[in-house]
C-alpha cells in the first residue's frame, strides 16, 4: 500500500441490523456499571470486490436493569483503483468507520430513555476488538429535568 495515497475503498453504506434494549427494573438512581463488549466480523465477496463487516457488541452486565446489544453491518467496495486489498481494509479500517454509528446510537436511544445520556469516549478500537484493552470511557448526562 503506497501511504500516500487514499485505500481505493468506498463506503456503500451502514445499516442497524439489531437492537436490543430494555429496561429490566426500574432505573438506577445510582450511577450505570458498564461491562462493554464488541465484535467484529468480516465477510468478503467471492470475487474479492464486496466487503460486508458486521459490529456487534453490549454494554452492560448481565445482572445490570438494563440490556443494550446492537448489531451494525456495513457495505465497502472496492475502487476502480484500489491501493489496499479488502482484507487489510477489514482488519485496519472498517470498524473504525462504522464506530461513529454506534456512538450516536447508543447517545441517541439512552437520550430518549430514563437512563442518563451515555457518551463513548474516544477510544483505541484496535485494541478494543482484539481484548487487549478493554477499557472505555463512557460518561452519563443527566436529563435537563435533572440539572436543577
Not at 465484535?39 to 470486490?49: F, K, P, R, Y
Not at 469516549?121 to 484496535?126: E, F, H, V
Given at each position: 500500500m503506497d501511504e500516500e495515497k487514499q485505500p481505493g475503498?468506498?463506503?456503500r453504506g451502514v445499516h442497524l441490523a439489531?437492537?436490543?434494549f430494555e429496561l429490566t427494573g426500574p432505573p438506577p438512581s445510582q450511577k450505570l456499571q458498564?461491562?462493554?463488549?464488541?465484535?467484529?466480523?468480516?465477510?468478503?465477496?467471492?470475487?474479492?470486490?464486496?466487503?460486508?463487516?458486521e459490529v456487534s457488541g453490549s454494554l452492560f452486565p448481565e445482572d445490570a436493569p438494563v440490556r443494550f446489544r446492537?448489531?451494525?453491518?456495513g457495505v465497502?467496495?472496492?475502487s476502480?483503483?484500489?491501493?489496499?486489498?479488502?482484507?487489510?481494509f477489514a482488519r485496519s479500517h472498517a470498524p473504525a468507520h462504522l464506530f461513529p454509528y454506534i456512538r450516536e446510537?447508543?447517545?441517541?436511544?439512552?437520550?430518549?430513555?430514563?437512563?442518563?445520556?451515555?457518551?463513548i469516549?474516544?477510544?483505541?478500537?484496535?485494541a478494543l476488538l482484539k481484548g487487549k484493552d478493554s477499557r472505555l470511557e463512557i460518561t452519563q448526562s443527566p436529563k435537563e429535568s435533572e440539572q436543577v
Open positions: 475503498i468506498r463506503f439489531k437492537l436490543d458498564f461491562a462493554p463488549e464488541f465484535e467484529a466480523e468480516s465477510e468478503i465477496s467471492e470475487d474479492g470486490l464486496i466487503l460486508c463487516l446492537f448489531k451494525i453491518d465497502f467496495e472496492v476502480e483503483d484500489p491501493n489496499m486489498s479488502l482484507d487489510e446510537l447508543v447517545s441517541n436511544i439512552t437520550a430518549r430513555s430514563p437512563l442518563p445520556t451515555l457518551n469516549g474516544p477510544l483505541n478500537l484496535a
